[in-house]
Each structure stands twice: as structure tokens, then as C-alpha cells.
């Protein structure tokens, strides 16, 4: 995860999961929810938020062109997510005491 881009990511996960045609939009959203993983794991808690953030407007563009009511449950595990990644990025802000910067990640979730 290191070391590749967030398409590399989308293109590896489209293969794993077998699809002939790989969607960019699925892709851009599982790229995300890995990068997020990885800055997570390296405690980059904001940086995690900010790769997490950069998924919700693929996803929301799958949920809008999805006819079945499957994705309603993953939109709620995404804001979820979210809103504790915004918590975690807010009180690391905190902790590193930097007055310039205002901890408003989970005020914009």
C-alpha cells in the first residue's frame, strides 16, 4: 500500500474481485478506504480522515446510479467511519498542540 496510487489500488482491487470492466467509481471508493487504512496504521490520523473524505463523492455517485437498496447498508457503515475518523483526527490535533490549526474535522463530517 506504500507505494501505489489510488488508481494502481482500484485496478488491483477490480482484479481481485474479478470484474471484467472495472468501475472507477468503486474503484476511487475502495482506493480511499485502503489509503485510509494505511494512514490509520501509521497513525496519520488526519491524513486518514482526509483519504477517507476523498471516497464519500465516488460512493455517493454509485448509490445514486445502484437500483437496488444493497448499498443503503454501507452508506451507514461509511458515515460511521467517518465520523469516528473525524473524532480521531480532532483529538490528535489537539494533542499535538498546534493553536494554528483548528481541530473542525468532525464539525465538516
Avoid at 482506493?31 to 494505511?38: G, K, N, S
Avoid at 490535533?93 to 463530517?109: H, M, T, W
Wanted: hydrophobic share 40%; net charge negative.
Amino acid at each position: 500500500l506504500k507505494r501505489a496510487s489510488p488508481a494502481q489500488l482500484g485496478n488491483q482491487c477490480s482484479k481481485f474481485l474479478g470484474s471484467a470492466e472495472p468501475s472507477p467509481k468503486a474503484a476511487e471508493v475502495v482506493a480511499a478506504c485502503l489509503l485510509c487504512a494505511r494512514e490509520y496504521h501509521c497513525g496519520n490520523l488526519a491524513e486518514a480522515y482526509d483519504q477517507l473524505v476523498a471516497g464519500v463523492q465516488p460512493f455517493l455517485d454509485l448509490f445514486r446510479q445502484e437500483e437496488e437498496t444493497w448499498v443503503v447498508e454501507p452508506l451507514h457503515v461509511m458515515v460511521s467511519n467517518l465520523r469516528h475518523c473525524a473524532e480521531l483526527a480532532d483529538s490528535a490535533i489537539k494533542a499535538a498542540g498546534d493553536e494554528r490549526v483548528k481541530p473542525d474535522k468532525l464539525e465538516n463530517a
